[in-house]
C-alpha cells in the first residue's frame, strides 16, 4: 500500500514539475508568442492590401486582344495560387492564436 502511494506521490510531482516547465516555458516565450501572432496577421493584412492593387491595376491595350485574354487567363491561374497560399496562411494564425490563449489560459491556471 505504501508503495503505490509513493508511486501517485511520484505521478503528482512529475506532472507537477511538466506543469511547471510549461508554465515557465510560455512565460519566457510569451511576448515572441504574440509577436509571431501580430507578423502573421501584418502578413495576411500585406496579401491583402496588394492583391486588391493587383485587381485594381488594369492595363488594356486594344491592339493586344489576343495577347490579354491569355494574359487574363494567367493572372487567374496566379489568383488561384495566391488564395491558397493567403487561406494556408490565415489558418496557420488562427491556430497560432488558438496556442497562445490557450497558453495564457494554463498560465493563469
Excluded: R, W
Excluded at 493584412?45 to 487574363?72: A, F, G, H
Amino acid at each position: 500500500m505504501e508503495q503505490e502511494d509513493q508511486s501517485q506521490l511520484t505521478k503528482h510531482k512529475l506532472l507537477d514539475i511538466d506543469l511547471a516547465t510549461f508554465q515557465f516555458y510560455f512565460q519566457s516565450h510569451q511576448q515572441y508568442l504574440f509577436a509571431q501572432v501580430l507578423l502573421f496577421g501584418c502578413l495576411i493584412y500585406n496579401m491583402n492590401e496588394n492583391q486588391e492593387n493587383q485587381k485594381s491595376i488594369k492595363i488594356n491595350n486594344p491592339y493586344e486582344n489576343d495577347e490579354n485574354e491569355l494574359l487574363q487567363y494567367e493572372d487567374n491561374q496566379k489568383e488561384v495560387q495566391t488564395d491558397k497560399s493567403t487561406f494556408v496562411i490565415q489558418i496557420i494564425s488562427i491556430i497560432l492564436i488558438i496556442i497562445y490563449f490557450i497558453g495564457i489560459l494554463i498560465a493563469i491556471i
